[in-house]
């Protein structure tokens, strides 16, 4: 899902205004469900575009820094799937509660704050049966 994962065409960013959130961490992935919605055809390869080193210690995926904003980010990225009505929004979801949400919190430097914005704005989507 991360956008160095993919190559995109132009026209599908520049015709449904799909931009990178604004926060630090986690900007990508609003982009990268939108531009997977949007697509009409996807083709993969077995070769790298990036080769993202994750063992960096020094890099943001590191980073104990204060994770919150990965909490706003996934609650835009849900209303936004929401309005297109996009089929994507139900695997969205277990894709917070599966991987965003559990791995940030492990990462974040404020557990706290992480769990009270995560029930202000994720929990009614996340927690449902």
Same mark, same amino acid.
């Not at 990036?50 to 994770?67: A, E, F, P, Q």
């Given at each position: 899902?991360?956008?160095?994962?993919? +190559?995109?065409?132009?026209?599908?960013? %520049?015709?449904?205004? +799909?931009? =990178? &959130?604004?926060?630090?961490i986690q900007?990508?992935? /609003?982009?990268?469900?939108?531009?997977i919605h949007?697509?009409?055809? %996807?083709h993969f390869?077995?070769?790298? $575009? $990036?080769?993202?080193? &994750?063992?960096?210690?020094?890099?943001? !995926?590191?980073?104990?820094?204060?994770?919150?904003?990965?909490? +706003?980010?996934?609650? /835009?990225?849900?209303?936004?799937? #929401?309005?297109?009505?996009?089929?994507? %929004? #139900?695997? =969205?979801?277990?894709?917070? #509660?599966? &991987?965003?949400?559990?791995? /940030?919190?492990?990462? !974040?430097?404020? $557990?706290?704050?992480?769990? /009270?914005?995560?029930?202000?704005? %994720?929990?009614?989507?996340?927690?449902?049966?």
């Amino acid at each position: 899902m991360n956008p160095w994962w993919y +190559i995109t065409k132009s026209s599908i960013v %520049l015709n449904n205004k +799909i931009r =990178f &959130g604004e926060t630090q961490i986690q900007n990508d992935v /609003n982009y990268g469900v939108l531009v997977i919605h949007y697509s009409e055809k %996807l083709h993969f390869e077995d070769i790298y $575009v $990036v080769n993202y080193n &994750g063992d960096n210690l020094n890099n943001i !995926t590191n980073s104990k820094r204060d994770r919150s904003s990965t909490i +706003i980010s996934s609650y /835009n990225t849900i209303c936004e799937l #929401k309005q297109i009505e996009s089929p994507l %929004l #139900k695997r =969205f979801i277990h894709y917070i #509660k599966y &991987g965003i949400y559990p791995w /940030n919190r492990q990462k !974040t430097n404020n $557990v706290e704050e992480y769990e /009270n914005l995560y029930n202000l704005y %994720l929990s009614s989507y996340v927690d449902t049966k």
